[in-house]
């Protein structure tokens, strides 16, 4: 028969209101029913324990799956990194921007946003107008000043360039 904890504790609280009934008289009766009841509530503690211990050992398997996977993962997005560098190193060889397979087609696609900018000077030796009150580049100012051919000039010397767009490998 299964016993609830919260059933346990009713029928302690029933022998407990017998025994203060009976003037704390322990009978037969009395000391065998919480003989059962506290052979139960031992039972109901060792069950309880090992449902903790297999939980706990579930749990622990579970993050050690969870870190598992997170490193399969991990493998995976490098294997798509080098893949698709290999694709787009073979396009660049070939002087192709596209390659056609059976179903899909590897396009070599320019990034999106901003060119990158390389910054030739430390931030301290940019002009004023070029910088920002932490003394950092201040990128937007020098992109707005590159002229035709990308460069910044400050007092006859190139403090900055603009730089060709990275590329990127898309199926579609």
């Not at 192709?96 to 590897?106: D, H």
């Not at 320019?110 to 920002?132: D, W």
Request: net charge negative.
């Amino acid at each position: 028969m299964t016993t609830s904890l919260y059933e346990l504790a009713a029928d302690f609280a029933a022998l407990e209101a017998a025994l203060t009934d009976s003037g704390g008289e322990w009978t037969p009766s009395v000391e065998a029913a919480f003989a059962v009841i506290g052979e139960l509530e031992a039972e109901k503690v060792d069950s309880y324990r090992a449902v903790v211990a297999q939980l706990e050992a579930h749990s622990t398997a579970c993050r050690g799956e969870a870190e598992a996977f997170q490193a399969k993962g991990n493998v995976a997005s490098n294997a798509v990194k080098r893949l698709k560098t290999r694709l787009q190193d073979y396009l660049v060889a070939t002087g192709r921007t596209e390659v056609k397979g059976n179903i899909w087609r590897a396009v070599l696609t320019a990034n999106g946003g901003k060119p990158p900018l390389t910054v030739l000077v430390s931030p301290e030796a940019l002009p004023e107008l070029y910088q920002r009150p932490r003394i950092e580049a201040d990128t937007e100012a020098l992109r707005a000043a590159a002229g035709e051919d990308g460069l910044v000039l400050a007092d006859g010397r190139e403090i900055a360039r603009i730089e060709p767009r990275g590329q990127h490998v898309r199926f579609r």
